[in-house]
């Protein structure tokens, strides 16, 4: 069965320091996700992606944040400076169609920085 | 705006107790409900879904029911498992307001052999 697959599951990192999470969503989706989900709290959106372009952010989305789309497979968020309180769960999901319909996700990155 | 809301927890049941985890939504547009299930340690997955009013979604032996006049999404099992216990998120993709999936705050369960 397609599945989205996230790497690495684990990453930890200085405060200050650039990460980099990587993504492969499943293979015929057209829109593509991130999401967090800070430690026993809520999912939170932080952004969509369509035909190579943000559709849609969040709040939690500043300047400190960009997605890309390098090649046909892999997606990729990344922080630019990380915070102690950018640590969190974070989950990349993909979609077929985009109004009403379910995303994938896939099994997360926990992020700590330290 | 659109939003999610689910009774807190955690929920704590007996083996082979009834379940139900109540949940509402406020949409523009006619969305799309699920619940999804994070069992520890792991993603977030689909349990079920309803894309109509009086849509059944089912998985597992557990349902919910597409209530459009009561905006309501309850998830229901009639006998809970051990291996039931994790955490559940109702959620919606409306057709308005952006696509993305928003969820509810997520509820706790417990099943007590």
């Known amino acids: 069965e397609p599945e989205v697959t996230q790497t690495p599951s684990h990453q930890v990192t200085q405060m200050g320091q650039e990460v980099i999470l990587r993504c492969v969503p499943i293979?015929?989706?057209?829109?593509f996700y991130w999401y967090r989900q800070i430690l026993g709290q809520k999912v939170e959106f932080l952004v969509s992606f369509y035909n190579n372009e943000i559709s849609e952010k969040s709040e939690i989305f500043d300047d400190q944040f960009s997605v890309e789309r390098p090649d046909g497979s892999n997606f990729t968020l990344k922080i630019r400076s990380t915070k102690l309180e950018d640590s969190a769960m974070y989950f990349c999901?993909?979609?077929?169609?985009?109004?009403?319909?379910?995303?994938?996700f896939g099994q997360g990155t926990r992020l700590t920085v330290v | 705006g659109n939003s999610v809301t689910q009774m807190e927890g955690p929920v704590t049941l007996s083996e082979e107790a009834f379940l139900t985890i109540n949940c509402t939504y406020t949409?523009?547009?006619?969305?799309?409900l699920f619940w999804y299930v994070q069992y520890p340690g792991e993603g977030l997955q689909l349990l079920l879904k309803?894309?109509?009013?009086?849509d059944k979604g089912s998985n597992k032996g557990f349902e919910a029911t597409y209530r459009k006049e009561t905006t309501s999404f309850h998830l229901e099992k009639g006998s809970v498992q051990v291996s039931d216990s994790a955490v559940y998120f109702c959620a919606l993709s409306a057709g308005t307001g952006g696509f993305k999936t928003i969820f509810g705050a997520g509820t706790r369960l417990f099943v007590k052999a």
């Open positions: 293979s015929n989706h057209l829109y």
């Open positions: 309803a894309t109509k009013a009086d």
């Open positions: 949409a523009t547009g006619y969305p799309s």
């Open positions: 999901a993909s979609s077929l169609q985009a109004e009403r319909t379910e995303a994938f």
